[in-house]
């Protein structure tokens, strides 16, 4: 079994700073890609960033030069440091792995999701 799990989210003023956390677990051999996902109420589950195994990294336009993602390989664990935070960035921030795990597939695995307000 494999699990993300996802720490960090809160409620924060509009300007402040926020990191969150995902540690994936269990049975893992490999993992490629790793990212942030973000839905907001009535919309849909939209990319906020993503970072390859080797560091190469992508960005939404509505967070670039604000966020930045960043992975610790050894701890399975990636993360995303959000500064000047907006109303808009209000959503339920979700983690993404690409990973090989108990089966001989490449699989997409998804953690619980963790709750970012801001505040305006």
């Known amino acids: 079994q494999v699990q993300l799990v996802e720490s960090g989210g809160g409620l924060v003023q509009a300007g402040g700073s926020l990191r969150l956390s995902c540690a994936a677990s269990?049975?893992?051999?490999?993992?490629?890609?790793m990212g942030w996902y973000r839905q907001a109420p009535g919309k849909q589950r939209e990319l906020v960033a993503a970072?390859?195994?080797?560091?190469?990294?992508n960005y939404a336009d509505s967070v670039k030069g604000r966020f930045t993602i960043s992975r610790d390989n050894a701890k399975n664990t990636v993360y995303l440091q959000m500064n000047s935070l907006k109303p808009e960035d209000t959503a339920v921030y979700y983690c993404?792995?690409?990973?090989?795990?108990?089966?001989?597939?490449?699989?997409?695995?998804w953690g619980q999701g963790t709750q970012v307000t801001v505040s305006s």
């Open positions: 993404n792995a690409e990973l090989l795990g108990a089966t001989p597939f490449w699989d997409d695995y």
């Open positions: 269990g049975s893992i051999f490999s993992i490629n890609a």
């Open positions: 970072i390859t195994s080797g560091g190469n990294t």
